[in-house]
C-alpha cells in the first residue's frame, strides 16, 4: 500500500516498509494507505501458479478418491443381504407335486438357507464336494435331494444360486461355512421336535392355521412364514407343505414378512414358482381354510 500524508501536515518522518508499498510515520494526524497496483498483480500471479501446481498434484488422487468413493457406493451394506431364510419342506407334500420323487422322510427337511437379496451371485465359484466331505453324512440325512438321492446335484445348484450371494458375510465366505451353519440352524430350531410338542403331527385329521402358526411363534418368539399347496376345489383342505424360519445377519432369529408370496419346491433350471398360473400353487397359507398334515405312505 502507498500511504499519503493529510495536506495539513508538513513534516514526514522516514518512510517505513510494512507490507504494503510504503507506509509514511507521520507525527500527528493518520495515516491514509492505498494498494500497490504492482505488488497486488505480483500476488495474484503467485497465487494463480500455486494453484495451478496443486491442482496438478492433487488430480490424480481426487480422480482416485471418487472411484474409490463410487466403489464403496456400489458394494454399500445398503445392497446386501440383512436375513437369512432357513426353508424347510414336508417330504410328502413335495413329492405330491413332483414326479420320479422319493418321499422316504418321516421329518422334515432342509430346502435351503437364501439371503433375501441375490440370485447366482459369482458364477465362477462352482461347487465342490470335496470340501464339504466331513459335512456329507449330515446332508444326505438332512438335506437329501428328494428327486435324485445319489446325487450333489441339489446342494450344486442352492450354493450356486444362494451360497455364493450369502458368501458376502464373512461368517459364510466359503462352502464349508454356508452348508455347515444351515445345519447347524436347522438343527437348533428342530421344527419336528417343534411341532410334536404341540401336538402338531402327520394325520388325516385337519389343523387351522392359527394353530399352527401360533404355536411356532410362542415357541421361537417370532413369526415364521408358513406355505401351502393351495386346493383346487372349495371344499379341499389346503396341504402343509414349506415352512420358513428367518434369522438376521448375526443368525438371531427374526420375524419373516409375511406379505404374500409364491414360492416353490421346483429346482429346475429355471427355477419357475410352481402353481404361478395354477390355483395349487405354494404360497402363504390361508386363515380360513383347514391344513392337511398328510401322514408318511
Known amino acids: 500500500m502507498m500511504c499519503l500524508r493529510s495536506p495539513r501536515l508538513a513534516e514526514l518522518t522516514k518512510p517505513v516498509v510494512q507490507g504494503c508499498w510504503t507506509k509514511t510515520a507521520l507525527s500527528f494526524g493518520k495515516a491514509v494507505c492505498r494498494t500497490n497496483p504492482v505488488q497486488t498483480e505480483i500476488s495474484s500471479t503467485k497465487s494463480s501458479i500455486f494453484t495451478r501446481s496443486a491442482m496438478r498434484l492433487y488430480f490424480p488422487l481426487l480422480v482416485c478418491l471418487a472411484a474409490a468413493l463410487s466403489n464403496a457406493a456400489i458394494s454399500s451394506p445398503l445392497d446386501l443381504w440383512t436375513k437369512l431364510i432357513l426353508t424347510q419342506q414336508w417330504p410328502n407334500t413335495f413329492c405330491s407335486v413332483e414326479h420320479h420323487c422319493h418321499p422316504n422322510f418321516s421329518y422334515w427337511t432342509l ?85 410334536m410338542k404341540f401336538n402338531i403331527t402327520p394325520s388325516d385329521k385337519y389343523y387351522t392355521f392359527s394353530e399352527i402358526e401360533e404355536g411356532m411363534t410362542n415357541f421361537y418368539g417370532v413369526k415364521p412364514k408358513i406355505q401351502c399347496v393351495h386346493p383346487s376345489k372349495n371344499s379341499e383342505p389346503q396341504v402343509l407343505g414349506q415352512i420358513e424360519i428367518c434369522f438376521d445377519a448375526d443368525f438371531t432369529l427374526l420375524d419373516c414378512e409375511k406379505h404374500f408370496t409364491i414360492s416353490t419346491f421346483s429346482r429346475g433350471p429355471l427355477d419357475h414358482p410352481l402353481g404361478v398360473t395354477k390355483p395349487s400353487g405354494l404360497s402363504v397359507c390361508s386363515y380360513d381354510i383347514p391344513v392337511y398334515y398328510p401322514p408318511v405312505p
Open 111 to 195: 430346502h435351503g438357507l437364501w439371503p433375501d437379496k441375490g440370485n447366482n451371485c459369482n458364477s465362477s465359484w462352482h461347487f465342490n464336494s470335496s470340501e464339504i466331505e466331513d459335512l456329507l453324512p449330515d446332508m444326505k440325512k438332512s438335506w437329501p435331494d428328494l428327486l435324485h438321492p445319489s446325487s450333489v446335484q441339489f446342494w450344486k445348484y442352492e450354493w450356486s444360486k444362494h451360497g455364493t450371494c450369502a458368501a458376502d458375510a464373512a461368517s459364510l465366505n466359503s462352502q464349508h461355512k454356508y452348508f455347515s451353519k444351515a445345519l447347524e440352524l436347522y438343527h437348533k430350531v428342530d421344527l419336528n421336535s417343534m411341532l
